[in-house]
């Protein structure tokens, strides 16, 4: 019988129901949902599919333990009382990563990733029947989160957080996360037969998940993870027949109409090498164009896009002017719907209409809005010739 694990995974703050529908859609059992993660039971081969399969979780965390701790001595007993010799082999390297805190009486990370590390070792000693461990096996990368006194410690097996595809070798200077960008495409009823438009590419974010979206290209499958070296965990071939699973899922024969525009012509250009890079340049349409000059003939489409908010404060002048621009520009283009992304307060007064739904959003820890402007359904003979 296969071994059934408890797997973390954990996303945007404000996109968790995204992330559950995700993992619902692989077939995987989840167990609970809070802020900012999903928790879900499987085998190694749900390690194998998450990794690879999903667009909008951060990373895949194996659980080791969950728990009450408010003294140092009371973490490092319970962490002692942990398993480790189950998952981390005599020659494993292990160390704690990331410790973070929120509103709980441990709450030095530094001291949290040391207390852990030692009493790891120490229950690893008495298992393993070593004094010193050589560290030169694979690498097992533990995190270990607190919040309102409750740990949760995991070993994470993703390595380099999801978002990075490996197709993004140019970014603009604020760039939208893959993962983000994937989930709030998941929030639109956008379909790949749709227009898609987004007159802020930058390096193209937007429209190359769009189109891996539309070709269900899997976002991992052209990079590796670290828990493809748990050679006493996971069997090599769990992770070809993901692999595999995912080359039988693509769709090469679809066309799209899917376009990025920016008025910087060299963010087109890096936009344009993203594509290439994620292999979906054949569907999307790149062009140096400004939002002023936004028009398409035909209706029923999407303008999904994030627009600059001012980050800089010399930016900050231009956008009562830039999102005139937009709502203008939306305002040309007949049946459409709009989202948009952006930190800025004051993005629906200039814009010149309310949006019809709107979601908080953590970027990081930027608070930011999904403003959302829905336009009509399409009829269905119009489905039908699209």
Request: charged share 25%; proline share 5%.
């Amino acid at each position: 019988m296969k071994n059934t694990y408890t797997f973390l995974a954990p996303c945007h703050f404000g996109l968790e129901s995204v992330l559950k529908r995700e993992l619902q859609d692989l077939g995987l059992e989840i167990s609970l949902v809070e802020d900012g993660r999903v928790t879900f039971q499987g085998d190694m081969q749900a390690l194998c599919r998450a990794n690879i399969f999903l667009r909008t979780a951060e990373r895949v965390l194996l659980q080791v333990g969950r728990f009450q701790a408010e003294s140092f001595d009371e973490l490092f007993e319970k962490i002692k009382a942990l398993p480790w010799e189950d998952y981390i082999p005599a020659n494993g390297k292990f160390w704690v990563t990331k410790a973070t805190s929120v509103k709980s009486r441990l709450f030095s990370p530094s001291d949290i990733q040391s207390i852990v590390k030692k009493a790891m070792v120490e229950r690893l000693k008495q298992h393993h029947g070593v004094s010193w461990f050589p560290e030169d096996g694979a690498a097992y990368p533990v995190r270990i989160t607190f919040l309102k006194d409750e740990a949760v410690v995991g070993i994470d097996t993703s390595g380099v957080s999801l978002h990075k595809r490996g197709y993004r070798k140019l970014a603009s200077k604020a760039p939208i996360t893959e993962t983000l960008a994937a989930a709030l495409l998941m929030l639109t009823p956008w379909k790949g037969d749709r227009i898609l438009v987004d007159p802020f590419c930058g390096c193209g974010t937007f429209p190359i998940e769009a189109a891996m979206m539309a070709a269900n290209m899997a976002p991992g499958v052209n990079r590796s993870f670290t828990a493809e070296e748990w050679k006493n965990l996971v069997d090599r071939k769990l992770w070809y027949e993901a692999v595999t699973e995912a080359g039988d899922l693509l769709r090469e024969d679809i066309s799209t109409d899917i376009q990025g525009y920016d008025i910087d012509p060299d963010m087109v250009k890096a936009a344009r090498e993203n594509a290439r890079e994620a292999g979906v340049d054949h569907l999307i349409h790149f062009q140096a164009r400004p939002v002023s000059e936004l028009r398409h003939p035909k209706k029923y489409g999407f303008l999904v896009t994030n627009p600059p908010y001012g980050e800089r404060l010399e930016e900050k002048a231009a956008l009562p002017g830039l999102y005139r621009e937009i709502g203008e520009a939306f305002a040309r283009l007949d049946s459409w719907s709009m989202y948009l992304i952006t930190g800025y307060e004051d993005a629906e007064r200039y814009i010149g209409r309310k949006a019809d739904r709107n979601r908080k959003i953590y970027n990081g820890m930027l608070k930011t809005y999904f403003y959302q402007y829905l336009g009509p359904k399409p009829p269905r003979r119009q489905k039908q010739e699209a």
